[in-house]
């Protein structure tokens, strides 16, 4: 029964595997496994099934959580390629994120999903685990937590909803979300259609079907090594996605027995290999601060200035919306990531680990040959010519803020325009539709205190919309700032992530109505128009006050949480840096 020396009550076993490992502390090794197969025994195991290496499986399914709606499906095909393997797979439950489905933001609860996911990684026996998730804050959590724990694991991707139509035109969500509710908005349709085409936007379970952040961080894993081949792209009511879930199950009990630990997987090349992957598919600007995140677990620190520069050297080659026209089900048919990083390999490191025991490089080979398709374009003719996300600093931002140029309007990224500002959400939704809000065109809407600690939990609300009486007078785009986020399935010129946050005390804390600022994306600045003697006064006049909470998450959230230049994480969390920065570019 034990695997140590019998005289050794309490001296744990360094090489201690399945059940053996991680036994509840009674003082007693050879006791506590002899309770523990007892209890299982309970559910009708044998022991020859509690011999083999223990595969755990992280559900995330929820009534809440739509986009994890195929999750019995993707279990039931998990456990059926573990047991091929000769493996046992022990499905547990953790909790589960919806951005539509989670107040304040389901960005406020990742690093808790992120702690609660690596502590039963800890907590219960497992060889290795395959992590299910695929809404926005899901896939992060689950790195960050896999990342943290050290063990073997294999991330399985939910997969994109289907399209549907409306008027015989093809929607999806969220984008046409978007698109449609701002067409609402400014009278273009009634009541009545944007009803119906409510009925059309998700055709299906599944994540969004455009390069939102869901789509982006599944790429992100695929691009990271973390994922089988191909587990990006499939959508979820699939049966490529079911047979993704079947393999990812057999590959966790490979690594179980080979021992393939996530540090070999998630390296500095892994990392550099997913930015520049990012930048290539449009990605969404929340893919930063999750990357971030997951990179500071393994001790790097995020270079934003070195991933600008990456940037202008890696075109957007994906034809997806919001930056392009195509739906992740698209991208899919057109061979998914195999075709992108196949005409991305030049500027990959191809000798990068991947959990399928091959390097990165042996993985698009394997794939084969391209074939003729339309939606990853082709590097001498990219859809956009240089990366779709920029970093900006200035005077406003010197901590960094993001654009995502691909997405938003050529005429506003060199802009100057007078500053009308929102101190809060709430300020922001008592006044943007009022009639007498003095605005117009060529304004810039500034939002303050929807950064971390600001909201908290940094929301995505710095797509500010459009007012209503500009909106109606057919105004589609402005230049809006914030220290926010967006969702990667928005549009329009804004500036995002602007750090410091005001609530921290950044200088967007004492931007007032009226004030110039000046937006040069090709510069790469942000520059608020106000002496320093000025800004000066205004903090003497206007002391900072800190949010705070009297108890629970909240008071812990606003203790510890970090800058989006560092991911938005607890710091507690966030081992000593190794000194690397990444990109090395």
């Given at each position: ?122 907590a219960q026996p497992m060889d290795a685990v395959v992590l299910i998730g695929g809404c926005d804050k899901t896939v992060p959590a689950q790195l960050m937590a896999a ?439």
């Amino acid at each position: 029964m034990s695997d140590r020396n019998p005289d050794d009550k309490t001296a744990p076993a360094p090489t201690a595997t399945g059940l053996r490992q991680g036994l509840t502390s009674y003082g007693d090794r050879d006791f506590s496994l002899f309770l523990r197969k007892a209890f299982i025994k309970g559910a009708g195991y044998t022991d020859a099934a509690l011999d083999r290496p223990v595969v755990g499986i992280a559900a995330t399914g929820s009534a809440y959580n739509p986009c994890h709606g195929n999750m019995p499906q993707l279990v039931e095909a998990v456990s059926r390629g573990v047991m091929l393997a000769g493996g046992l797979p022990m499905v547990f439950p953790t909790m589960t994120l919806h951005e539509s489905f989670a107040a304040p933001t389901s960005m406020y609860l990742r690093n808790l999903m992120a702690m609660e996911t690596e502590e039963l990684l800890r907590a219960q026996p497992m060889d290795a685990v395959v992590l299910i998730g695929g809404c926005d804050k899901t896939v992060p959590a689950q790195l960050m937590a896999a990342a943290s724990a050290g063990l073997p694991a294999v991330q399985l991707i939910t997969g994109s909803m289907l399209t549907g139509s409306h008027r015989h035109q093809r929607v999806g969500a969220c984008t046409d979300c978007r698109r449609y509710w701002a067409r609402f908005r400014a009278q273009e349709i009634d009541e009545a259609e944007v009803s119906a085409v409510n009925n059309q936007l998700v055709a299906s379970v599944g994540t969004c079907s455009v390069m939102g952040t869901a789509s982006t961080m599944a790429c992100i894993a695929e691009a990271l090594g973390m994922t089988v081949p191909g587990g990006a792209s499939p959508p979820a009511v699939t049966a490529d996605r079911m047979r993704v879930a079947e393999l990812s199950g057999e590959q966790a009990v490979r690594i179980a027995r080979s021992r393939l630990t996530i540090d070999q997987v998630l390296t500095a090349k892994a990392f550099e290999n997913a930015m520049r992957v990012l930048l290539a598919i449009g990605g969404s600007t929340n893919g930063i601060v999750h990357l971030t995140a997951m990179a500071a677990r393994m001790g790097f620190e995020m270079d934003l200035d070195a991933l600008d520069r990456m940037g202008q050297g890696t075109p957007v080659l994906l034809d997806l919306k919001p930056s392009g026209q195509h739906y992740m089900e698209d991208f899919h048919a057109a061979g998914g990531m195999a075709t992108l990083l196949r005409e991305l390999k030049p500027l990959l490191h191809l000798d990068a680990i991947t959990v399928n025991g091959c390097t990165l490089g042996e993985q698009i080979d394997a794939a084969g040959p391209g074939f003729e398709q339309d939606v990853v374009r082709p590097r001498s003719n990219p859809i956009y010519a240089q990366g779709g996300l920029a970093v900006l600093r200035g005077n406003l931002a010197p901590g960094g803020a993001i654009v995502k140029a691909s997405a938003a309007t050529a005429a506003l990224m060199e802009h100057e325009g007078r500053a009308v500002v929102f101190e809060d959400a709430a300020d922001l939704a008592a006044r943007i539709d009022d009639p007498s809000l003095d605005v117009n065109a060529d304004d810039i809407l500034v939002l303050k205190r929807i950064g971390p600690k600001g909201a908290p939990g940094m929301p995505e609300a710095g797509a500010l919309p459009i007012p209503l009486k500009l909106a109606r007078a057919g105004v589609k785009d402005m230049v809006r700032i914030s220290d926010g986020r967006m969702s990667g399935t928005a549009f329009g010129t804004v500036v995002l992530h602007v750090t410091p946050e005001a609530a921290e005390g950044g200088p967007l804390a004492w931007v007032r109505s009226g004030d110039r600022i000046v937006l040069s994306v090709a510069r790469r600045e942000l520059t608020l128009q106000v002496s320093e003697a000025e800004m000066a006064a205004r903090r003497a006049a206007q002391p900072l006050q800190p949010p705070a909470a009297e108890r629970g998450y909240r008071k812990l959230f606003l203790q510890h949480v970090t800058q989006a230049d560092r991911g938005v994480d607890f710091d507690f969390l966030q081992p000593a840096s190794n000194g690397r920065r990444i990109p090395s570019a």
